[in-house]
């Protein structure tokens, strides 16, 4: 299928971006002016708050949504390789999703790299996720907790989920939005969409060694979940690629893994999208709307 229209005019807008010609801090000033031309929904209360964390203060905001709740909560870790990204690079989002799922999120703001390598933004996530589960009182989320993310985001959704397994966490959901799960060269989309549209195989080899300290740590299942020896006991999870996106083929590989280990899993494949396109009107509205409707069955059901 063709890209969608707005997807064009979103590539369209984007400069040509050469990491290794490119400030870190201009790179994230760049990321986060894409934000500013996009429309942010209007929802009850926002609130930025510190969650205390293990290795340091944690900045996050909450979202309440505008009309009605179902009391659950989601905690969302925002994408950008680990590198770049924010709360306020992805506000608009999370106001829609807020809205979408009629649910509290709690938008992490977690360390990047190359300040913080690998596992910082691990312990940031998984300190917040724990964080939220001992105070879904403070925020009135009597219906459980999903972890949700894009892209590294994603990544972090996906690691928190078998780390609150592992620590007899329980989490309600996951919602992995094209994840990274490993690195990949050989696959079908890694090798079509590599070199071009929105994610080169350049940009993200470029993430990897900003935020990984030596190359064994790309063997690390906090850093390639799909690595995990066991992947059962995994909560619920729903699994979003894009047509277009060289991510996409692991993230379906991923969903198909956490399928034959028993795990609960929808897999659903967004046709002429590409990576990123949550943030566009139309194609990322609707796709909002989907995971919000997915959340609230969720949140009603009686058993994770």
Known sequence: MPLYPETKRFLELIPDVDPEKI?????????????QMLPREPVDHIEDIKIPGTQCEIPARTYTPALGRNSGGVVYFHGGGFVVGDIESHDPFCRALANASRSVVISVDYRLAPEHKFPAAVIDAFDSVTWSLKNTERFGITQGIVVAGDSSGG???????????????????????FPFT??????????EYGD?????????????AQYLSCPEDALNPLFSPILASNLGGVAPTLVITAEY????????????????????VTSIRIRGATHGFIALPGTGGDVCSMIGGYLSRVFRARVS
């Not at 329980?170 to 919602?175: D, S």
């Not at 690195?183 to 090798?191: E, G, N």
């Open 155 to 177: 990544n972090l959704s996906a690691v928190c989920a078998l780390k609150c397994r592992d620590s007899g966490l329980a989490l309600k959901a996951g919602v992995l939005v």
């Open 182 to 191: 490993s690195f990949d060269v050989a696959s079908r989309s890694s090798v």
């Open 196 to 208: 071009s549209l929105f994610l080169t195989r350049k940009l993200g080899n470029w993430f990897g």
């Open 245 to 264: 996106d060289p991510l996409r083929d692991q993230g379906e590989a991923y969903a198909d893994l956490l399928a034959k280990a028993g795990v609960m």
């Open 23 to 35: 400030e870190v801090d201009a790179f994230r000033q760049a990321f986060r002016g894409l934000a």
